[in-house]
């Protein structure tokens, strides 16, 4: 009687295999996308993004002059995009911080300052960003030069509230924004 003694090689190259599949995406972690932005911190040079809810804060910035050009009361640009992740209208209810009077929102360079209430339809995306008379918000009267440093600023929505550290960045990084100043 003849015994076979076969090894049961088959399953071990197919489990390498799929081990090196695995490992595959780690070999290049440009190509790797997250679903969903960083709570908090800096990505997309220096841009900070969040997400309250079924609402994303992305591309968030500040933008001032050099230090030496800013100065208590001044006003500044405060910019970001909105995305509506959810089947309902989504707002944006205020923002503050304590580096300033307070925080308004503008339709465009001339327009009046308004209080914060800003509504995305579902499924939708409304940019904040600098450009021309482009609504934006505006951080008012702020308490000190605020230099390159980050600032805490909170936001309240209909999903919930979030703080996120918004970077300072230099007015000539905008697109056509206004000038800070008093308004």
Known sequence: MRTSSRSPRAPLPLLLALCLLALLPAC???????????????????????????MRLLHVHILAPP??????????????????ESDQPQKLTGVS???????????????????VSVTVPPRATLSLQEGQSRPHLEILDIDQPLGATPIDVTFRLTTGTTTLRIPVLPLERGAGSPAPGHS
Request: charged letters at 20%; proline letters at 8%; glycine letters at 16%.
């Open 28 to 54: 290049n972690p440009g190509q790797r996308e997250s679903p969903l932005p960083q709570a908090s911190g800096g990505n997309r040079e220096g841009l900070v993004d969040g997400q309250v809810g079924a």
């Open 67 to 84: 230090m030496d050009q800013q100065k208590s009361g001044d006003d500044l640009g405060l910019y970001l995009t909105l995305v509506n």
């Open 97 to 115: 911080t304590v580096h300033a009077k307070k925080v308004v929102y503008r339709a465009g360079p001339g327009a009046p300052q308004q209080e």
